[in-house]
């Protein structure tokens, strides 16, 4: 086990030929199908599913996902890595399987640096074929430490100890869209109450044109902008929870050690309209 997230394509290379790690393409289907990095199963779920946090929808969560990973194979001993096209191209999807899979308890997990298109820019190589893996037996071991409920960010919005950040895109945070899935996909438009604002781009810059996650010196300056800094207990939230995760590990390589992922995010939050929310539209 190690406490290293990232891993660039000849790292991932490496592990593959030693036989023990468990690549994981959260793209979708007909992606994977037309071609992939050699091995690697599919699971679309990791960036599709939308997850609600009281128990009964945790409960959902952890039996998918058990029932995915175990399918796939992955078991205590085996390292997963993750990897989507870019870190922008799937609203952190890779993250988020990095999140899920530690959430559940498999610590020893990674994600592919720079994505797929990574890993074609280095000329590596891919195929069409499916692998069939030996389905094991996912074992899970909840890290509570990094999620936050529905009932966990409505108490926080009364504790002044813990910090909410919002880290969707410009249209959502001001309040003229709802979600990346379309203007009026939720049913309510706006932000949590006291949250601040860090656009999820903003963690990212390009070199090659392939965009990869700043230093964690620019991360802890773009941050100290908004009065976060490496000690504070802060809770992200998004839509679904994924650019949440791709926020998470770009705060967590830069340092920042109690976060927590509101997986329901503004999905679940606008449907229940017993919840507080500032819905005045912001100017842009």
């Not at 679904?240 to 995010?265: E, W």
Request: glycine content about 8%; charged content about 25%; overall charge negative.
């Amino acid at each position: 086990m190690t406490n290293k997230i990232l891993y660039s394509p000849k790292d991932v290379q490496g592990l593959i030929s030693e036989g023990n790690t468990v690549v994981v393409d959260i793209r979708d289907e007909e992606d994977y199908k037309e071609n992939h990095i050699p091995g690697s199963v599919s699971i679309p779920d990791i960036f599709y599913y939308l997850a609600e946090t009281s128990n009964e929808g945790l409960k959902e969560v952890q039996e998918k996902f058990k029932a995915l990973f175990s399918a796939a194979g992955i078991t205590d001993d085996k390292k997963v890595i993750i990897y989507e096209d870019t870190f922008d191209s799937r609203y952190g999807g890779s993250c988020r399987g990095y999140w899920l899979l530690t959430y559940l308890g498999h610590l020893d997990t990674g994600i592919l640096d720079g994505g797929f298109s990574a890993w074609l820019e280095e000329g590596l190589t891919v195929d069409n074929n499916t692998p069939a893996p030996e389905p094991s037996n996912f074992e899970l071991n909840l890290r509570e430490d990094i999620i936050a409920t529905k009932d966990v960010v409505l108490a926080s919005l009364q504790d002044c100890s813990i910090k909410l950040l919002d880290n969707r895109d410009k249209v959502e945070w001001v309040g003229k869209s709802s979600s990346p899935y379309g203007v009026d996909f939720a049913p309510r438009k706006g932000r949590l109450p006291g949250a601040r604002w860090i656009e999820w781009y903003s963690f990212m810059e390009r070199g090659s044109g392939i965009p990869y996650f700043k230093s964690p010196e620019k991360v802890r300056a773009l941050c100290a902008e908004y009065g976060l800094y490496p000690d504070d207990d802060i809770i992200i939230y998004c839509f679904k929870g994924a650019r949440v995760s791709n926020t998470f590990v770009a705060m967590r390589l830069a340092g920042f050690k109690h976060l927590r992922n509101y997986f329901g995010s503004w999905n679940e939050w606008s449907r229940d309209e017993k919840l507080p929310i500032n819905d005045e539209v912001l100017p842009d």
